[in-house]
Nanobody, 118 residues
Framework: QVQLVESGGGAVQAGGSLRLSCAAS????????IGWYRQAPGKQRERVAR???????NYADSVKGRFTISRDNAKSTVYLQMNSLKPDDTAVYYC????????????WGQGTQVTVSS
C-alpha cells in the first residue's frame, strides 16, 4: 500500500505561487493515479487536480489555467504547481491514490496548509 505525505504549503499573498509535493513510499507508485484535494474551513473536501499513471491530467474549473499537476516517478512524487493564487485557494491540501473510477482510496494524511492573503 502506497503511503503519501504532503508538503510545501505556506502563506503567500494573492497572485503568488507555491509548489506542493506529495511524496510516496511503499507500494508501486508509478501505477497509481493520484489526486490533489483541498478542504477549506466549513466546506467539503474537493478535488482540484488528478494525474493518471500515464500522465493524463484533469483539473477543477476553479483552478484550470492556474494549477499544474505533474509527477516524477523516479522520485515517487507528485507535484501541484499553484500560480496566481487567490484568497479562495486558502485550504488544507491533501493528496490521495485514486481507483479506476477516480475515487480516493487511501487514508487521508495530515495535509499541508495553504493560506493566501489579499
Amino acid at each position: 500500500q502506497v503511503q503519501l505525505v504532503e508538503s510545501g504549503g505556506g502563506a503567500v499573498q494573492a497572485g503568488g505561487s507555491l509548489r506542493l509535493s506529495c511524496a510516496a513510499s511503499g507500494g508501486t507508485f508509478s501505477v497509481n493515479a493520484i489526486g490533489w484535494y483541498r478542504q477549506a474551513p466549513g466546506k467539503q473536501r474537493e478535488r482540484v487536480a488528478r494525474i493518471s499513471s500515464g500522465g493524463y491530467t484533469n483539473y477543477a474549473d476553479s483552478v484550470k489555467g492556474r494549477f499544474t499537476i505533474s509527477r516524477d516517478n523516479a522520485k515517487s512524487t507528485v507535484y501541484l504547481q499553484m500560480n496566481s493564487l487567490k484568497p479562495d485557494d486558502t485550504a488544507v491540501y491533501y493528496c490521495n491514490t485514486l481507483n479506476n473510477w477516480a475515487q480516493p482510496v487511501g487514508s487521508w494524511g495530515q495535509g499541508t496548509q495553504v493560506t493566501v492573503s489579499s
